[in-house]
């Protein structure tokens, strides 16, 4: 039997003889049961044999149907469609600022085929459905791509920098790219590297929770993002996001510094071995530091170049040394990041095989699994053997920015750099990723 609103078998045809649609008022009689309410669409993974429909209360109930069940349809109603507004009229004392969509639950609604989130609404859409931003700048908006952020590659961080450093040469006031969060702190540190020193802030921003779920904080964290990119004193790439549970905390971090610590709690995001750059509250943006690269200041390199031939690898204990030369063989890789333990260790087994690595020329680069304090190799023999063997201590750079530094640097001096080059780079702050000793954030 073939597959009727995502139902099959019986259930789709008592729906089809009945010429129920989804959305549709219906009865479900079964025995002395009736069951009213609208249908719904079956999940994909759902169980065959039911039939879900939305009830009076807002409670969704599946009915299982047997071969004396049968449907009723009470009411017919025309499919609702989303149709927005047009966007408001352009003034001529409000900043310009760019919305590019990339994908992510900002820019997504509930799939009632599957139960789960996709990617549905357009960067217009965004626009349309916040009308607060229109009384903050002129908004632009367009979709650049719709991917979810587990499948970006590096390049795509490349297609990004190079919208928006045409957004730059546009002359727009600032840019806000709606992004997936699951990755966001990736893309943030490759486009500070990609958009060094640039002339207006380039904000990413995300949400945890849909925009058609009552708890979303898709509107909220939109509207601040465009707050920052319109009117901050600073010319960076940061991340805009909730800063706890509560909508009147929004923080804004430094591109190289933010770390995705929580799976779906709004303030999911955080800066590490550093505070926020800055808030937004109910009363406005307060910036919480002075060391920033200024707005429209000088000294604007645009270098969008990434080479994937680079690795990060987490240690753990039994892990065979060996793995790395078959990584490094098989991918062809010009740099690998290790996260090691504490201040910067892996297991002494490892020397030798570290040794022949950077020996060939490979740049071997070491991180800490810990997410705040410093790498610090020179405390025990373990780690001072290590750096004999070329292992490169990464001070405090986040794991997951050493990597994308790595790739950018990488792209950067090309096939024939050497070694030594590579070294004096990673460890020149270039973007606010290397910093001084810090205390985890209470």
């Known amino acids: 039997m073939a597959e009727y609103f995502g139902y099959s ?28 309410g609208y249908l719904m669409a079956r999940y994909e993974f759902g169980e065959p044999g039911i039939i879900v429909l939305k009830m009076a209360n807002g409670y969704n109930i599946g009915v299982r149907v047997d071969e004396r069940s049968k449907v009723v349809k009470l009411t017919e109603v025309k ?12 003034r001529e004392e409000l ?26 609404l357009s960067a217009a859409d965004l626009v349309s459905i916040v009308p607060e931003i229109g009384e903050i700048a002129n908004i632009s908006a367009e979709i650049l791509m719709q991917v979810y952020s587990e499948n970006l590659t590096p390049a795509h961080w490349t297609q990004m920098a190079i919208r928006v450093d045409q957004i730059i040469r546009d002359g727009f006031e600032g840019a806000v790219i709606a992004h ?16 060094q020193k640039t002339p207006i802030p380039v904000v990413l921003v995300g949400a945890q929770r849909s925009s ?34 509560s909508d009147d905390l929004i923080h804004i971090h430094r591109g190289t510094r933010v770390v995705k610590l929580h799976t779906s709690s709004r303030g999911a995001f955080q800066s590490v071995n550093a505070q926020p750059m800055a808030v937004r509250t109910p009363e406005g943006l307060k910036m919480l530091t002075n060391m920033y690269h200024p707005r429209n200041g000088d000294g604007y390199v645009f270098q969008p170049r990434f080479d994937d031939r680079a690795m990060l690898v987490k240690f753990y204990p039994g ?21 090691g333990t504490g201040l910067g260790h ?19 680069g070491m991180t800490s699994q810990c997410r705040h304090g410093w790498v610090n190799m ?12 070329g292992v490169v201590p990464l001070e405090d750079m986040l794991a997951e920015t050493a990597l994308v530094k790595l790739m950018w640097v990488l792209g950067k001096l090309g096939e024939k750099a050497e070694v030594e080059e590579v070294r004096e780079m990673m460890l020149t702050d270039i973007c606010g990723e290397i910093g001084g000793r810090t205390m985890p954030q209470q």
């Not at 499919?79 to 352009?90: E, S």
């Open 9 to 36: 078998g019986l259930a789709a045809a008592l729906l089809r003889e009945a010429g129920a649609s989804v959305g549709e008022e219906v009865e479900v009689r079964r025995g002395g049961q009736v069951f009213r």
């Open 95 to 120: 900043p310009r600022v760019s919305i590019i969509s990339t994908g992510g639950t900002i820019a997504s609604r509930i799939d009632y085929r599957t139960g789960g989130v996709r990617a549905a």
């Open 212 to 245: 058609d779920r009552p708890s979303s904080d898709a509107a909220t964290n939109l509207i601040a993002a465009v707050e920052v990119a319109s009117k901050a004193p600073f010319g960076e790439v940061v991340v805009c996001m909730h800063g706890w549970h």
């Open 378 to 389: 020179n405390v025990y023999d373990n780690g001072r053997d290590l750096m004999r063997a």
């Open 319 to 339: 892990m065979k040394p060996e793995s790395l030369e078959v990584l490094v063989e098989r991918l062809s890789l010009r740099g690998l990041v290790l996260e």
């Open 79 to 90: 499919p609702p469609a989303f149709n927005p507004p047009p966007p408001p009229t352009p």
């Open 180 to 195: 997936g969060t699951d990755t966001m702190g990736y893309t943030a540190a490759a486009l500070s590297f990609a958009l």
């Open 346 to 364: 892996v297991a002494s087994s490892f020397i030798p095989v570290l040794r022949k690595l950077t020996g060939s020329g490979l740049f071997v």
